[in-house]
């Protein structure tokens, strides 16, 4: 097999050759067709993340061929076309993750790679709307979309939300999943490009979170928000707290421009607002997820493929947040 | 009909006499027996509060007998033994209130004195179990509380439940109700001898949160927080943050020392914290606290009474924070 392998930090990921997989008990080998990258591969690759051990073969979403099936495995077969739920272990509680939960790549290997072990319940059906591209696209991103927006977020339809920063993978879901939900969406973005791209997809409008004063201009043109999906914090985050409806909901799943500056609670605390974190998703938002897609014959937006030997391109796109939706590895 | 009234902002409450109330439309007026105080009626008087035009009659609380019915009202007779809602116009939306929601006393003049005007709907029969001053100490501060731990706060018996800065209404409350639902419950204070008091009425243990490390230790003596109860904010919030579960609520119901110093974002998401804000609580929060109240029996925590012309020194008390439960004044 071949495999795409952190060896060490902060250095060029390097295509090794290594030794072909095989499945333990309860494990199947996926021979994949396809990786997607997330924000996680990058930042793994300069050690902004726990439990790194290089090498390692970094990657968590895939989708492929089922090539070899360990024992004790039942109800899948050779040949079988799947992608791969990246969040193992979550545990019993639906309000969060155990704390032995653990994300495929790193520290088990990955998905960059012409072939991946995990276990047998794992792996899901490739739903038949998905070429191999977009199956491979839709798990992590997918699941934590889903469910920032249903799970924690509780969206009803007709209701206005805002997803900022729009043209990452999981903003990119959030917003359709919300607008498949029969919501009015709208989105920010520093890019006009982008906030077109959004429009087209469905969003009603977009505003430009450098210009100060959009929060105030999109709470005028359409009214607050009931929902408003974040993964920055930062300066910015006051606004959101000011357009927020009262009793509106704040869901982060990250917080890449650091914590808020200010975190205004007696706002938070006079409008009655649910400031929820989220990150990834349990197994049955997981399942509910691919249902969702499925019913509602969405595709993953694709912002553009490389071929698995030219990772580091792939990666650099990621570090400089030039992508449009996902970015992809053919394999 | 006499009146305790604030006629002027940071000037002492002047006891006036006024012509007797006659009800309007669907209105009954009240003979007060006992009036209770509030956190908000100190603040009113230093004009730390939106639509303050002296002169005013404070006061939120109350509890008397009907003495004067309005026409069109229904249901109600001279001679009834009730207490008040104080929080009128919520609107149709459960998760907040509307913007025209009021609380009696300011801008409409409250229960500082011998009787109040009220709508119809908002007198309650006196739960049998409470004598006057117990009854006029539950509306505001027992309705905050219900709401922040059960509507907002979703607490399930047999969860850890941290009511910091015990010894003010709301948070006493929310001890005892907290108990009386089959928690687990600890408090903070700076105070020996109010944790002292809270032991006395359930808590397993209290600490003093001007202690380094006071979190740490009681996470480390009794785990993580599922609930945590907090109207303060400021410096302390990051504990809060740290010894709150994976999955767990914090609700905040005031904001007293300023909007937290630090809101990790990161470790919100993480552990998928949800952030609630609540304050004061619905009619339905309301009816199902006079409920819960009648159904465990409970009795609000008296710290002292005073007669109403001695209203000043009762605000003093309360401004120097020395009170453990609910001060009264008796009329």
Redesign the interface.
Known sequence: MKSLVLTELKTPLQLEERPDLEPGDGEVVVQLKAAALNRRDYWITQGLYPGIEPPVTLGSDGAGVISKIGSGVEGISNGDEVLINPGWNWGE?E???A?RFQILGVPRDGTFATEVLVPADAVHARPRHLNWHEAAALPLAGVTAFRAVFS?GQLQAGENVLVTGIGGGVATFALQFAKAAGATVFVTSSSATKIERACELGATAGFDYTDDGWAKRLQKEHGPMNLIIDSA?GDG?AGLIDVA???GRIV????TA???K??????????????????MGSPRDFAAMLEFVQSKQLRPVLDKSFPLEQGNEALARMRDCEQFGKIVLEI
Chains 1, 2 share one sequence.
């Open positions: 509680d309000s969060a993750q704390s924690q914090g985050y409806a009262p009793g982060n799943y990250g917080a650091g914590p808020p200010k975190f205004d609670l007696m706002k938070v605390f006079w409008k009655q607002l649910r400031v929820l974190g989220s990150t």
